[in-house]
Structures are given as C-alpha cells and as structure tokens.
C-alpha cells in the first residue's frame, strides 16, 4: 500500500512555519508497513488542493491530509475534498452539539463558522479529537483510503495514534521496540552496535538523537509474531549487556514519568531548587497529571540573595566557592530539605550562558546535588550547546540522577 | 512568477529526517519577490522522480530540486531531469580537474564514481559549491528555470545565497509584517476582519492560530515599495483601532521577551509563584539570556501547605475560598512580594486537570494576580485543551497580563 501525505497551509508554502507533519506521519506509516512515496504541500488556494487530491488519487492507495479542517474561511480541505469527489456535506449533529457545549463551558457566544466543523462529506465518518474542536474524517471511496487530520501538532498526533492506526493496521506483523538512553552520545552507541544493525533482515535497529538522550528503536517484520518477538527481546538481551548503566527505559516513557512512579511506589514527596534551569525541571515534572501525589514544591533561585534568604545557602560559600560549585548545590538542595514534608530534593546550579563563562567554570558546567535527611550527593556535569539545549541537557540529565538514586536506595 | 521545490530522498519520504530544505528555500523565495505554491517530496526512484518533474514543468515557472547531486548511484537528479527534457549529459572539464584535485589535497585515492558530479545536461551552468564536491547546477529551458542544488544544508544554502538570488532576483517586491494577538480566537478574529481580506489583490492577509495566541501576517506585493508599505501600515492601523487591547507586538517576539524589556525599561525585578503551571512561567521567562537582571525568584507552590509556608496564605483563606480562588492567588502574589528586592510579582493558582474539576470550578479555571507595593490586579481566566495546553496558554497570557499592567502603570 502507498501513501501520499499533503500538508495544505500557506504558512507552509510560504516557509513560515516547518512542515514537521509530513515526517511525523510518514514514519508512523513505515512503522505499520505502510511506504511513503509522496509529500505534498500546497497554499489555501481552492484550485490548487483540488488538482494536488486528482493528482494523488492517481499515484497513492491512501493519501492522508493534515490542516485546513478549522472554522476559518481559509480551511477548505473537505470543502474541495468532497467537490473532487463528487460527494455533498452533511451536517452531524452531535459534532454540532459538541462544538456548542465546547464554548458554553468556556462562556463565550460561538462564532457561527464553527459550525463549518460538523459538516463532513456523505460515507465517510468522523475522527475524534479530544482537545480540540475540529473531528477528523475518514473516507474509503474507490479503493483509496483518504484520512483528513487536523493541522495543530497535538491534536493531528493523538488522532492519527488513538483513530487512524486502528482504520489502516494490516495483517502484517509489526513489532516496535524503544530503548532509551541517557548519558552516552548517539556516534559513540551507534559504533558500539554496528555488529548488530543489518544482521537480520527482518529487524531494523536505527538510533535517535534526541536532546540529551538518545532512542534505539528495534522494528521487527513478518508474519509470526512469536518469532519477531524473539528476535527483538534477543536485541535488547544484548543491549542491556552492554549499555547497563545507561539504560533508562523503555518505549519512550518520558524519565521524569519513571521517576513519578518510583516516588509514588515509596511514597516520598519530593521538592526542586533550581537556578540555571530556571524551573524548567519544575514545569516538566508538573505535566505529569495526579503529580501532586510526590511533588510538593519548588524554588527558583536566580540571585545569590535568593539562594541565602530561600535556601539558607552561606554567603561565605557563594564567595569563596561561587554560586556554580558543588558546595553552593549541597547547601541548596539540603536548604530546601529543612521544609516540611519533604523526603527528597534535588539542587542544580550552572552556567547555561550565553555569558558567565570562565576558563575553569565553562559554560555549561553544572551541578546537581541529590539529598535526603541522611545523605547528600552532589553530581558534576558538562554539557555543550546553546542556553536553551543546556536547560533542557540539565533537566532531562537531573531525572536520570534521580531515578539511579531511587533504585539504589 | 510561481516557484515549486522538490526535496529527493528516501530519507525524507520515510520521515527520517525532516525536509527543512523547503521552509528555507520558499521563505528566502518570498523575500525576492517569488511565491513557491508546491513543495513535493519523492523518494530516491527515477519513474517517481520523473513524473514529478513532468508534473512541476507544467504548473510552476521556477523549480528548484535538492539532493541526489551526490556521486553514488541513487543521487539521480540531474540524470532524471536531462533524460525528462531530453538533454544530453556532458563532462565539464575543469570541475573535473576541481574533484581530482580536492581529492589530492586530502591525498585520498578518488573512488572514479566522483567523476560523476563533473556531469552536466548541455546548455546548462554550474553553481559553484565551494565547501563540498557537488556542483549545483542551473537551466532555463522554454521559460522554465530549473535549478538543481546539493542536499547538505550548508552546501544548499549557501550556493543558494551566493549563485541562485543573482540569476533569479527579480525587481519586484514583497515586505511581510506581522501582528500578534492575545486573547482572542483565530475563528472570532478572522470574522472581524472579513472585510480587510481580498480587499486588495497586492495585499494578503492570513491568520494563523498558535497555543493561546493568533499571528496575523500581512504580506504585500508590487513594483513600488513605498505603495506596498503604506498599503500594510494601512491595514496595521484599522487593526490596530479594531483589536487594540489584544495586540501586544509585531514581528513575532515571543511576549516574555517584551515582558523582559519593559521591565529592564523601568528596572524592576520581578518574582512568578506558580501552583497549576508548576514552573512554567518560570522557566519561559529564563530561557531569555540576561534574564538575570529582571529576574529574581520564583516559588512552585504546588501544595496547600507549600502556599502557607513559602507565601503565608492564610490557612482560613483556602478553607474558605479553596486554593483556586481570587483570594488565594491575591495572598500568594503579595506574599511573595514580602520578599527583598522584588518590585512586582505574578501567582497563578488553577485546575489544568485532567482530574480536579467541578461544576463550579471547571477544568481551565486559572486566577491570576499582579501585585506591587501598592496595588493587586486579580485576573480570572477560563481556558480549554488538555493538560498541558491549559498549562501553556495560562503561562501566555500571564505575560500578556504583564505586559498590559507594565504599560499602564
């Protein structure tokens, strides 16, 4: 089966925005067997999109299109969809309901053209989307298959994830395994692998950088499943043999989620202080829903005066160690630990630059420090990259540190 | 003129990486005046990269291919294209000389398939590569300019920079603004402004909605740049009159970034205590290099007791009003400003959900409060999406907020 994915949007055509849809949804397809052949991006011009749908019709067995699903005049996509097809725009009712009890809840009138979104062409049927107004369509006409997603990221990933796998899934085994790893670069893992990538055609082993991590993702084809999965457990068999410490988890479960559950599993509560990160650490931990069963609370400390007044840090140590030292993350993290209710902090202070670099404290030296009532642990560390990539360096590095102390415990 | 981009590679198609060829090349097309319709992606396969080459003679004037330049087998470009125009494919002799003597400097053996790149359909001229092997190339055929470029980023961009704009730039001109918006959906913006929209053929004018903000782009087209630029300031000031409340800058910088001049403007130092966004504030705000100097603290009060004991909210207050309500985020503000050095101070206290919702206090009820030595502005919000969409738009238009409180003071 072929598939052709077309991007609709001027902000695409005019290079205002990067068209990250068309590499999203052309790996999900691989990954269920299915081969891209064709991305196509075309303006919010009527003619255009419906030459580029005759044009894909001819060339692919289902063609998936994300964006110009909206209220606005300018999204058209099932407008000229069902025109190409000959197919008229009915109205669903519920979708209409829905849309109003959407803004009823928020208290505002409904702008009439959001009704334009419970319309979808005869035979074919609407995507649930679950955070946001605009249902997808799927549409089976004549042997193709056409999936219409919505343009905003979030809600065109869920959708493909929880209702378009499950329309277009084939008879055809495939097994995806991720194994996740921090603090060994991508070159150096992949050198380390090399005898293991091609040596079966039935699995696929690529690596992935992401920031300061990096994904081994094991894709196993054919038709027992029994037999992939041997194959890809042997894989990771190996893998942990050699990548032990460095293995973190498993299938993409973000780290600051396997350190939620150990903290839940002892049932500790744990607070951050942050300086260089500047609650950055913070802010991922809090976008794990039910967080507030371990977290309590967390310190921003930016100046030296907030490091004293809200950690207690000395000012004899911010002068003769500096603020960036593993003395100055000792004393915020066991500052912080003087609260109440608190079984566990973590301190992390550096220099994520552009500017406070010296020649013995470079940008992106950090410290971290682990504590409870018993011990303190403070961690060293050096990552390269601009201020935002050291940020997120720092954070995803301090999650790692805290999940190895908490199976060490 | 109308331009298409063609992106060739498997590497594309399969999503394993992403084609930022095309948002580079059609954003840099823009500036000179020249709009790219079709972006088109195809894998590294002569039949398919043939008939999109076919299919782009007929619908653009201006074509420009990257990638398959290379000197192995599957870089195909150039090969395809002569046989598709029925071009003869000629060794050029002094890049010949060029390779062979890249080579020597590197004293490496050359592997002969580099001559391919010495290669070049009769009647056409090469663009110098000047940090890579792979000339580009340019042909102009019955009023059809094809340009071939490398697929190495540095290598495209540069060559383009330097060899294309100069055979292509045309005198014509096209300046594009932006107005950014908060506070207002795209859907319910877009209905106000009908009127403005194909009012004039020169002047486009397109709404594009990110999370919690809208950016309208006005993009004006013609021979005489001081008409295009009157032309816009028009639309900008009948924006301007129309949505004045909600326009909070230009040119997309980011509104912390605005935040963080107009407090540098007046010397303010400025602390955030955060309960639903969890630091999120917070670290947006730290993102801004030599944020250091308007930025002081900030506290992540997740727990009711983490608000008594860092912010003093009164323990009668959240029995009374609970810890989202108008009166806990006036005593978590001004709590926070108790401390040294901080002239102003910003909470939020709400429900990102999923759980934690109630008849009365829905998911997305989030307050706001502004607070300084001698006033607080309690600010209620409703807002939907999930989790971390409420989280984001919350942190957005906690800036906005500020932004507002900064100009009227």
Known sequence: MIAEIITIGSEITTGSILNTHSKYISSKLLELGIE???HTSVDDNKKRVSDIINIALQRADIIITTGGLGPTDDDLTKEVISETLGLELISDKDIEDNIRNIFSKLDKTMPTNNLKQ?????????????????????????????????GPSKEMELMFNNEVIPLIHEDYNIIIKSVNII????????????????????????????????????????????????????????????????????????????????????????????????????????????????????????????????LGVNSNTLEKYGAVSEETAIEMANGLLNRDNLDLSLS????????????????????????????????????????????????????????????NK
């Open 183 to 310: 603090g060994i670069g991508e070159s150096q893992l992949e050198m380390k692998i090399k005898d293991l990538i091609n040596k079966d055609s039935d699995i696929i082993i690529a690596t992935f950088a992401k920031e300061g991590e990096v994904e081994v993702k094991i894709i196993g084809k054919g038709k027992n499943k029994d037999i992939i999965e041997n194959k890809i457990n042997n894989v990771i068999k190996i893998l942990k043999q050699r990548f032990h410490e460095y293995i973190y988890g498993f299938d993409n479960i973000p780290i600051e989620i396997i350190v939620f559950n150990l903290l839940k599993e002892i049932n500790y509560k744990i607070g951050f202080c942050e300086s260089c990160t500047g609650g950055l650490i913070s802010s991922r931990f809090s976008r794990i829903p039910g967080v507030s069963q371990v977290f309590d609370r967390s310190i921003v400390t930016y100046s030296n005066n907030a490091k004293m007044e809200e």
């Open 348 to 407: 992390v202070t550096g220099i994520a630059g552009p500017d406070g670099g010296t020649e013995e404290k470079p940008i992106g030296l950090v410290y971290l420090c682990i504590s409870t009532k018993d011990k303190s642990i403070p961690i060293k560390c050096n990552f390269n990259g601009n201020r935002e990539s050291i940020q997120n360096k720092t954070a995803t590095r301090a999650f790692f540190e805290l999940r190895k102390f908490l199976l």
């Open 118 to 150: 419970a319309f979808k062409p005869e035979g074919s049927q609407f995507l649930k989307n679950s955070i946001g107004t605009a249902p997808g369509i799927f549409l089976s006409k004549d042997n193709k298959k056409i999936i219409m997603l919505p």
């Open 36 to 38: 891209t052949y064709y």
